[in-house]
């Protein structure tokens, strides 16, 4: 008796979900995990999409709690569920991929934002190219410095995707100053803790020779800086670059204690719902998010690229301000 | 186990003359290994690296092994008595958070009113960390629950209760005065490295010189007799609990007070450091037998071998497998100890 009323209760609630399904498109969005300060900004921006304020749309986030199989099973949710595309930020290159088989198979478009995934059934892709940002803050410090002196660099989990491209990049910029001298090269796992351990143990074993710190994101550069206030040295002996724009990166920004590139969470993740949405109504539909007014370098062109990149942009004395009032 | 370590000892009285037998050799290093361990790892460090033995590293590895030294003194009052605490990392995480929501002075990211004065983040953060361990404590002396489960419950739902009231955001901007237990100076000894010396003063008197420490070996040792001689069992285990919370809120505070900010996602994983601390020092996880002075050379073990290892450029991979190979080689001398070669 008691599994009959379950029964029925789910089938009604299943037809009135496809009831509105007519009215409203559906679209899940499957980010890795929503733990960390940027996939909530991610998360955020897509809730404060136009198209989603208006209520055209029906926007379901779930959460991928840093698991693949999760993510996976996700996606098998919003295909019996019929969802009417799909946006993706992976946890892994490789293991996303059956994922978007998944949603290929149901014949659901997939839309891949932030991470990326090895996958030719992607519809379309929007995020930002780690190589470019490996390079910008690499380059930042070594022309702070003169193209000489000690660099250290803060790596991010060894073999993640933004790893492997920020290295890249760094070591493209390094290349171009053959008169630097790398002095340690470690990971500290992306944690401002562990980077203040391993900061404070390079500036005991090399006392007044490291003239660049080069941190994979920010979160590991103010571990750097915390370790060097720690030792009581003065900060503006140090040139020292961070990625990602996270909120404290912004304020030691201001603070002239390190520069930051601002990785664009709003605009990857506005961005991709345009095109999930174009993809959704086969064509029919125009772009909402005031993202591509901003970018004039990632234009629309009708929904039909594959792959859209996201600028990065440097984070200055004279956008701090700005930036610092769209984080609440 | 007690009367064959006695035996032991009778045996190798019997040598007592040539004053290193091969069998009091042998009880001397099993009992004493741990230390030689730490001095032949500091020896070899010092002669390898000229930085090691300097006063700034000293005070940096100190400083360093704090916060897993606070964690693994509280882990040594649990597995004392046979039980486990999985979840200190997580309290960790929350008891930061939560207090420094009540020191933060950035307008957005603290509770109303906030910076309030340090000592009301301190006495929340521990009060936080001490609810925690009381919860598990309740769940392990009054339910029966295996400490494994108890704990394990604990580690997923304080995480999941830091992410809720932190909205998943970090804490950031913490006030001078609250900074300054984690990055200030006594005599020009770091703050941290002060209160882990006070944590384990109190902890060793507790243990070596108060009725309730006797308890805590007696219900490791033998929950049987302990009863029979009227211990209240629940009790010391619900203590025990509310120790090592507490002492993770308190470290924390510490985190976050170092780092400058509070993050949802600090301490992850912390509980095995402390744990391997604990087993490194010689405490027996079978409960009863353990020094907390063992678990504090276990945790600068751990410290010094880290930060000797980063000033030699050697990458952290290397750090893990020797950790682990540490690990399995303090239990294995544990063993050898308790049930003969």
Redesign the interface.
Known sequence: MKRLMIALASATALLASSAMAQEKIKIGAAPYGLNAEFMQIWAAALQEHPAVKSGEVELTVFDGRYDALVQQDQFKTMATQKYNAIIFAPIDVDAGAAAVQTAADAGIPVIGSNTRVNSDLLTSYVGSDDTISGYMEAKTVLDKIGCKGNVVILEGPIGQSAQISRLEGNKKALAECPDVKILEDQTANWSRAEAQTLMENWLTSHPNQINGVIGQNDEMALGAIEAIKAAGLDLKSFTIAGIDGITDALHAVKAGEMTSILQDARAQAQGALDLAIFAAKKGDYKPQSDIWATYKDMPWKDGKEKIYNVPWTPVTAENVDQLLATRK | MMSAGDNKSTEGGKNANSWLGSEQRRLLIQEYGIFLAFVILVAVLSVS?E?FL?A??IS?VL??TSINGVLAIGMTFVILTRGIDLSVGSVVALAGIVSASFVTSSA?AGISGAPYPVALGLGIGLLVGIACGAISGVIVSRFSVPAFVATLGMLSAARGMT?IYG????V??LTPAFRWIG?GNILGIPAPVVILAVVFAISWWILNRTRFGRYIYAVGGNPHAARTSGINITRTQFVVYVISGGLAGLAGML?SA????A????GIAYELDAIAAVVIGGTSLSGGVGRVTGTLIGALIIGVM??GL????I??YYQQVLKGALIVGAVMLDQKRNYGA
Do not use: C, Y
């Open positions: 690296n930085f300097t700034g590293n940096n400083l360093q957005t992410l909205g998943g955001r970090p950031p901007a990055t985190l170092r780092t400058g900010s993050l949802p996602q600090a880290n930060n980063d000033l030699m450029g990458q952290s």
